[in-house]
């Protein structure tokens, strides 16, 4: 079965970059979609299609995809943005990452 | 805006058989762009998907719960519904529903608001 592979936890200073990594076989040749959870919500949709934001979502997530890793960016990070990230792929069956805790210092 | 709201027990036993329904507003669940899917995040760790149905009744289903798994649709009241049969307490999990755009392995773009189920005698 394919397998999504993201680091535990990022922490990052406010007003920095974070970045989010998501490791797959040859996962460049697939669409990827990033999902926030903050604690007792569900997931909400920020990037889909590898790079395209949801109407609602801040300019400041981004997202890339290429060879054996996409990448999940959140630029001028704030407080808010602290909350568990997943990434999610479509590969004969629906696919999630392992999910990373952000952390904002 | 589409909404979905799941219902249904949130304490199940051993063995017996949990029964969910999640209902659709504020668009068709007949739409043939999407499939409505069941998504589970047991407690402190990640999300995994259970399975989806189309508005016509076809489903596809998490091969490692397949066995165990039956989904549902009622276009009439724009709703669907989750069974899943033998529960242990590694059944023990928030349970959402979710739509996916078909096209092009679309994403999840709308999700309940999740229920807790409790597996415990």
């Known amino acids: 079965s394919y397998v999504l592979t993201q680091p535990p936890s990022v922490s990052v200073a406010p007003g920095q970059t974070a970045r989010i990594t998501c490791g797959g076989n040859?996962?460049?040749?697939?669409?990827v979609h990033w999902y926030q959870q903050k604690p007792g919500q569900a997931p909400v949709l920020v990037v889909y299609?590898?790079?395209d934001r949801p109407s609602g979502i801040p300019e400041r997530f981004s997202g890339s995809n290429s060879g054996n890793t996409a990448t999940l960016t959140i630029s001028r990070v704030e407080a808010g943005d602290e909350a568990d990230y997943y990434c999610?792929?479509?590969?004969?069956?629906?696919?999630f990452g392992t999910g990373t805790k952000v952390t904002v210092l | 805006q589409v909404q979905l709201q799941e219902s249904g027990p949130g304490l199940v036993k051993p063995s017996q058989t949990l029964s969910l329904t999640c209902t659709v507003s504020?668009?068709?669940?007949?739409?043939?762009?999407?499939?409505w899917s069941w998504i589970r995040q047991p407690p402190g760790k990640g999300l995994e998907w259970i399975g989806y149905?189309?508005?016509?009744?076809?489903?596809y289903y998490n091969p490692s719960l397949k066995s165990r798994v039956t989904i549902s649709v009622d276009t009439s009241k724009n709703q669907f519904s989750l069974k899943l049969s033998s529960v242990t307490a590694a059944d023990t999990a928030v349970y959402y529903c979710?739509?996916?755009?078909?096209?092009?392995?679309?994403?999840?773009?709308?999700w309940g608001q999740g229920t807790l189920v409790t597996v415990s005698s």
């Open positions: 979710a739509r996916a755009r078909i096209a092009a392995a679309g994403p999840f773009d709308y």
């Open positions: 504020g668009g068709s669940i007949s739409s043939g762009d999407y499939y």
């Open positions: 149905i189309y508005y016509s009744g076809s489903t």
């Open positions: 040859n996962i460049g040749s697939k669409s």
């Open positions: 299609d590898d790079s």
């Open positions: 999610q792929v479509w590969d004969s069956l629906y696919v």
